[in-house]
């Protein structure tokens, strides 16, 4: 089970969440939004979502580079083991508490609000749920890293991760002893990739893939007529 979770389910993961972005992309282009509530309800909206929009990117790049960039690149920079696992600490627990709040005050706004209440889907609650839970469980391992600041078990995960993306046979053998709320936010961090697609999770591809959409696309043009010809052709 070990080696399905930490081995195999992580291609599953990623595959359904590339391919699945791509088909819904193709097939239904008009759900691929946000579905912003803010015409809905005003309050709690931008604090709220400020704190968690930030807290979140900090976090999804501090993974992305830390257990992505080879370790050899931090030996050759001079950055030590521990050094490194103290800054993942400090700015993870900072980042973590900041997306915390920030994604408590829209779970609230979205589950009390009558209005909002009855135009989110299932899966508008359930997606903030399954980050909520897994920044708890990202905090909750911040108390059993306190206790290697060596920076051991972390190259443990880079391991993994770098064996995952570069098709490694026996990647999971890295982290077969790591912790158990280690385990925990690794298998939910891979199911949010896998329901990656069927979420409004979609529109942060928007925000990465629209500058280079606009750079490197033929531009259009809108025609936009004024109210007062408008009114005039309608009468």
């Known amino acids: 089970m070990h ?11 990623l595959a359904v969440m590339i391919f699945g972005s791509i088909a819904r992309y193709d097939r239904d282009p008009f759900t691929w939004k946000s579905s912003s509530s803010q015409l809905l309800r005003r309050k709690q909206l931008v604090i709220g979502s400020i704190l968690f929009h930030i807290g979140v990117l900090v976090i999804f790049v501090g993974h992305l580079v830390g257990l992505l960039t080879p370790i050899w690149i931090f030996d ?3 950055i030590s083991h521990g050094a490194k696992q103290v800054l993942a600490v400090v700015a993870g627990g900072i980042a973590g508490v900041m997306a915390l709040v920030g994604g408590g005050m829209l ?10 209440k009855a135009t989110s889907s299932f899966a508008d609650t359930a997606i903030l749920a399954l980050l909520l839970a897994q920044l708890i469980l990202g905090l909750g ?6 206790q290697h600041l060596d920076g051991h078990e972390m190259t443990l995960f880079m391991a993994w991760a770098q064996g995952i993306f570069t098709f490694q046979s026996g990647a999971a053998d890295h982290i077969a002893g790591a912790a158990l709320i280690f385990k925990l936010h690794l298998f939910l961090g891979l199911t949010i990739f ?10 942060i591809l928007s925000g990465i893939a629209a500058p280079f959409r606009y750079l490197f ?5 809108q025609i936009v007529r004024s109210r007062r010809r408008a009114t005039n052709r309608a009468d």
């Open 76 to 78: 050759a920079l001079g």
């Open 217 to 221: 696309t033929r531009p259009g043009y």
């Open 3 to 13: 080696n399905f979770l930490f081995g195999i389910y992580p291609y599953i993961a």
């Open 194 to 203: 896998l329901v990656f697609p069927f979420t409004r999770l979609v529109h």
């Open 107 to 116: 779970f609230h706004r979205r589950w009390t609000d009558p209005r909002i």
């Open 141 to 146: 391992t911040i108390f059993v890293s306190l």
